[in-house]
């Protein structure tokens, strides 16, 4: 008989499978980018799978990284928020990424919890 694999959910909040633009960059800890022009020209354009409050699942053209950490800047789909955390890869493929947020503003915190809610609810 073959040995099945156990899958253990390891997340502690729950996920919501939508799609919305995110822009991310490497954290550089190097130099931390020199100037604006620098810190643009490193952005990446990518959308989300899923996304909580402990993390989001985007699509990339490339693998990520396992373990780097990159900036986020989440555009919630009202357009009027815009969360921005940090977050660590732990996991990646040829299609797609997983990070864990790792720090965000309690007020981010706040605006992606209701975001999460009222979308979650309707």
Sequence with gaps: MPEAEMFVEKRTNPRLSIKIPV??????????????QEWQKSQQNAY????????????????????SIHQFDIFLLDKTD???PYA??????????????LMMTGEDQEHLRNFLEKTSAG
Aim: with cysteine.
């Design 88 to 101: 660590e890869v732990v996991w990646s493929n040829e299609k797609s990424s997983g990070l864990k947020f």
């Design 23 to 36: 822009k991310y960059r490497l954290v550089d800890n190097q130099m931390e980018m020199k100037n604006v």
């Design 82 to 84: 815009c969360v921005c």
């Design 48 to 67: 989300t799978l899923d996304l909580s409050l402990g993390g989001l699942q985007i699509v990339v053209d490339q693998p990520l990284k396992v373990g």
